[in-house]
Nanobody
Framework: QVQLVESGGGSVQSGGSLRLSCAAS????????MAWFRQAPGKEREGVAV???????FVADSVKGRFTISQDNAENTLYLQMNGLKPEDTGMYYC???????????????????WGQGTQVTVSS
């Protein structure tokens, strides 16, 4: 089993920054791939960024150049640095993991097995 707890969300103005954290615990074998997703009201959950333990990372085109995913394996923590925030970035942000390596396929939420409860990000114009 895996436990994931997100933090760091909040309300910021357009152009601002936030750093999300995801504290992970449980079986490391089930956390080979880690990802951030977001979901705005009335919209489907979408993949934002993915990283695997072998160091490969990917970000969605909608956030490329603004968001950075990283992880601290020693602290079992996943991060999402979000700069240049826009109102369309508003939503609930979730951390997810899976024991498989899936690369950009991990942008499909159906492939991630473990999920946190989410942290809200609100960007005002």
């Amino acid at each position: 089993q895996v436990q994931l707890v997100e933090s760091g969300g909040g309300s910021v103005q357009s152009g601002g920054s936030l750093r999300l954290s995801c504290a992970a615990s449980g079986d490391r074998r089930l956390r080979f791939s880690m990802a951030w997703f977001r979901q705005a009201p009335g919209k489907e959950r979408e993949g934002v960024a993915v990283i695997s333990r072998d160091g490969r990372s990917f970000v969605a085109d909608s956030v490329k150049g603004r968001f950075t995913i990283s992880q601290d394996n020693a602290e079992n923590t996943l991060y999402l640095q979000m700069n240049g925030l826009k109102p369309e970035d508003t939503g609930m942000y979730y951390c997810a993991s899976d024991g498989r390596t899936c690369g950009t396929a991990c942008f499909n939420p159906a492939l991630l097995h473990y999920w946190g409860q989410g942290t809200q990000v609100t960007v005002s114009s």
